[in-house]
Each structure stands twice: as structure tokens, then as C-alpha cells.
């Protein structure tokens, strides 16, 4: 057997199948070669650390009762809320007094807007090239098209829309291909459509539907091309360097292609063949900082709609 298959075979299997043992074949072959047998014991020393601990978790006295009483008073507000709606609806006047009207005194009146609105509407629709939108921002982060964008939760973001990221501000930009994109400070990427994407400076990690495909990703230096998979981008100083944390993307540029799987990492130079993939040692960091910009976006929405159940929001350090 070639050393380079049997590291392979060994890196599927320490990520498919951590805790079963070894084939037989491949046990041998590590008995008797050396360098396999190192390389075998730093592939379980990594994956040792890329293994999630499990703690489990205890809600502190009184969660539940007081989970309860929040939803109770959701509901009676609910509830409070839509008799105040139609007591308005009952006794207001100008335009939800055209309904108690007879029939035949508004029925015109409504077909006329019906003309006018429904057209409108139906243009409007098809104008704008909506390709995704905002899920969370923080800090000053600043979206570009034909015009500026609020790059605030749930607005849309159209075609060729840049965003780009100051010092302190992060960005989730959910696009309607299903990817997923967590854009780190100082950093700027262009969504040209809904499933391509262009990282012009920064960082920012992908996470791309197993069912997706045709997502890629330009880079200065070349592409990666996505074959539904989770990893991280990196471009600076004239450099990119592409760690893939779950499936395999294809690096590519004017010179060579390679595949990158699950755990590896690539680096992309101008005038160079990208570099052939090795373990990376910075997934656990890239992971980190996602699963964070996660929790921050989950806790702003609890702090939004149910303020009880939300972390206490950080101070900001004064300059």
C-alpha cells in the first residue's frame, strides 16, 4: 500500500469513525512503517482536540417557573393586543369607516385601488433582484449596491451588494441558495448572485448546504469552488489561505487545481500552483469564533423578544 492512501484512509477514518478500531490492513501497515505510524499518532492528537466536550447543562433554580411566567405574559399581551386592534377597527374613523359602508358604496373604490396597487406591486416584485438577506450585524457595517443598504436583521441584499466590515463589526449574511456566510472585522466581500460570492480582503467562514452545488467562492489569487461543504477563507497580504471544516471544496487558480477535504488547509500565492493540502492546526480557532458570532446574533434576538431570557449584553469599553 502507498503512504499517501493509507494517510488518507487515516484521516477519513479518525473523522468518520473516532472511537472504532483500525482495519487490519492498515494496522499492518502502520506495524511496519514508521512514518505512518507517526503521522497516524498526530492525526489522533488533533482530532482529539477538535472533539466538541459534552458538559451536560442544569438551569439554575427558578428557570422554569420563571420561563412560565413569560410565556404567560406574552400570550395575555397577544391577546390584550388583537381586542385593542379590533375595538380600533370597530370605532375608528376615515378609512375602516369606508367598510361599514354598504357594499356598493366602496366596492368601486376598492376595485379602482385593486387596479392601480396590484400592477405596481407585481412590478416592484420583479424589479428588484433580491439574492438573500441580513440575519445579524454589529457595529458599522456598511452595504453598497446601486445605493447604500440597511444592513440591519431580515433587510434584503440584491445582487452585486458589498458589504464590508470596519474594525469591530461582524456580519451573517443568509443568501437564497441556502449558504450561509459570517463575515469577520475588516474585511469586504461582493454577492454577485445567490451563488457566487467574491472575497475581496478579510475573512469570512461558509457554510454550504450538503444538497448545494455550483456555490463558489473568487478570491484575488483564484476560486474555490464548493461541492457542499463548511470552511473558512483568509485573504491578505497577497496570500489566501482556504481550511475546510467539513466536505471538500476545489482550490484553483491560472496554474493548478486542488482538492481540499474535511481537516486540511490550503494556501493560494499569485503566479503559484496552490499549495498541497496538509492538517490544519487553526480550524479549532476558526470554529470558535463562528459558534461566537453565532451566540451573538441568538442572544440579539432573545434580548428583542423575550429580554428575561437573554445574557446580560457586555459593556463596551470606552475609547
Known amino acids: 500500500m502507498k503512504c499517501s492512501s493509507v494517510i488518507q484512509e487515516l484521516i477519513d477514518w479518525a473523522i468518520d469513525r473516532p472511537d472504532s478500531r483500525l482495519p487490519e490492513r492498515l494496522q499492518n501497515h502502520l506495524n511496519d512503517c514508521l512514518r505512518c505510524r507517526s503521522e497516524w499518532e498526530s492525526i489522533q492528537g488533533w482530532t482529539q482536540l477538535l472533539r466538541p466536550t459534552e458538559e451536560s447543562w442544569k438551569p439554575e433554580e427558578g428557570y422554569y417557573e420563571r420561563l412560565t411566567e413569560q410565556a404567560m405574559r406574552e400570550k395575555r399581551r397577544a391577546v390584550l393586543t388583537r381586542d385593542i386592534r379590533r375595538d380600533l377597527a370597530l370605532d375608528a374613523s376615515g378609512w375602516f369607516s369606508l367598510f361599514q359602508r354598504p357594499a356598493y358604496r366602496w366596492a368601486p373604490t376598492l376595485a379602482v385601488l385593486l387596479l392601480i396597487v396590484l400592477p405596481c406591486g407585481w412590478w416592484i416584485q420583479y424589479s428588484i433582484d433580491v439574492i438573500g438577506q441580513f440575519d445579524y ?139 498541497t493540502p496538509k492538517p490544519s492546526t487553526r480550524i479549532l480557532a476558526q470554529t470558535r469564533w463562528v459558534n461566537q458570532v453565532r451566540e451573538d446574533r441568538n442572544q440579539e434576538e432573545l434580548r428583542k423578544y423575550y429580554p428575561s431570557l437573554a445574557a446580560p449584553k457586555p459593556k463596551e469599553s470606552q475609547p
Open 137 to 275: 450585524s454589529s457595529g458599522q457595517v456598511m452595504a453598497m449596491a446601486d445605493k447604500p443598504l440597511d444592513p440591519r436583521k431580515g433587510m434584503h441584499i440584491r445582487r452585486s451588494t458589498t458589504v464590508q466590515t470596519p474594525q469591530n463589526s461582524e456580519s451573517i449574511v443568509l443568501l437564497e441558495s441556502g449558504a450561509e456566510i459570517c463575515i469577520a472585522p475588516l474585511s469586504r466581500v461582493t454577492f454577485l448572485d445567490e451563488k457566487t460570492v467574491r472575497l475581496d480582503h478579510g475573512r469570512a467562514y461558509f457554510d454550504i448546504a450538503k444538497q448545494e452545488s455550483g456555490f463558489q467562492v473568487l478570491l484575488p489569487q483564484g476560486a474555490v469552488k464548493v461541492l457542499g461543504t463548511a470552511f473558512h477563507i483568509s485573504v491578505a497580504q497577497g496570500r489566501s489561505a482556504v481550511i475546510v471544516t467539513r466536505g471538500v471544496v476545489q482550490v484553483s487558480n491560472a496554474n493548478a487545481a486542488e482538492k481540499v477535504f474535511s481537516g486540511m488547509e490550503c494556501n493560494i500565492a499569485p503566479s503559484l500552483r496552490p499549495s
